[in-house]
T-cell receptor, first 114, second 112 residues
Framework: QQQVKQSPQSLIVQKGGISIINCAYENTAFDYFPWYQQFPGKGPALLIAIRPDVSEKKEGRFTISFNKSAKQFSLHIMDSQPGDSATYFCAAKRSGGGADGLTFGKGTHLIIQP | ETGVTQSPTHLIKTRGQQVTLRCSSQSGHNTVSWYQQALGQGPQFIFQYYREEENGRGNFPPRFSGLQFPNYSSELNVNALELDDSALYLC???????????FGPGTRLTVL
């Protein structure tokens, strides 16, 4: 059972455009939602994370939008650059104590065309 | 860089063999989690160690086992290797029960 569904599987955006990746989750116990960026041959690197008490969080060119009632969250990359070309993963878990690992989506392969 | 290191970088084994992968966590991080990332997929949670004890496990069989040492470094052991065990194995460390996990570069395991 896939608890976090991510779309699209791949995305091509022109340089300077906005990249949008969407995720939906099923487990209402999830209350921590990070996004990771992964380059080939590297481990995932944390980009930005959000908790359900806010609907939006912005860090530089990266913004997470969160819709608790719809159980959906999305990553927006503004002014997309060729260096942003990577695979992006959304994830979710119950925050704080406990021994739950992160539940990841299947990833979005993003290509920014110059 | 996250300060999380893993060894070896690459490893080739034969079906039925056993393998040990190693991870050094970021300084001060006493919780280590291991993930398996198959090609083209997101990482899947294997298990977590906190204060040298396994305190959480994903949907992986007992032939996946681990250790955590007093310096918080960790090992992942896989027995009776199967072809489907070919994947990138990632460890992630964090401080106590905080949420932010920092991943290492991974070990690429190929089972022939």
């Amino acid at each position: 059972q896939q608890q976090v569904k991510q779309s699209p599987q791949s995305l091509i955006v022109q340089k300077g455009g906005i990249s949008i990746i969407n995720c939906a989750y099923e487990n209402t116990a999830f209350d921590y939602f990070p996004w990771y960026q992964q380059f080939p041959g590297k481990g995932p690197a944390l980009l930005i994370a959000i908790r359900p008490d806010v609907s939006e969080k912005k860090e530089g060119r990266f913004t997470i939008s969160f819709n608790k009632s719809a159980k959906q969250f999305s990553l927006h990359i503004m002014d997309s650059q060729p260096g942003d070309s990577a695979t992006y993963f959304c994830a979710a878990k119950r925050s704080g104590g406990g021994a739950d690992g992160l539940t990841f989506g299947k990833g979005t392969h993003l290509i920014i065309q110059p | 860089e996250t300060g999380v290191t893993q060894s070896p970088t690459h490893l080739i084994k034969t079906r039925g063999q056993q393998v040990t992968l190693r991870c050094s966590s970021q300084s001060g991080h006493n919780t280590v989690s291991w993930y398996q990332q198959a090609l083209g997929q997101g990482p899947q949670f294997i298990f977590q160690y906190y204060r040298e004890e396994e305190n959480g496990r994903g949907n992986f069989p007992p032939r996946f086992s681990g250790l955590q040492f007093p310096n918080y470094s960790s090992e992942l052991n896989v027995n009776a290797l199967e072809l489907d065990d070919s994947a990138l194995y990632l460890c992630a460390s964090r401080r106590g029960q905080t949420d932010t996990q920092y991943f290492g570069p991974g070990t690429r395991l190929t089972v022939l």
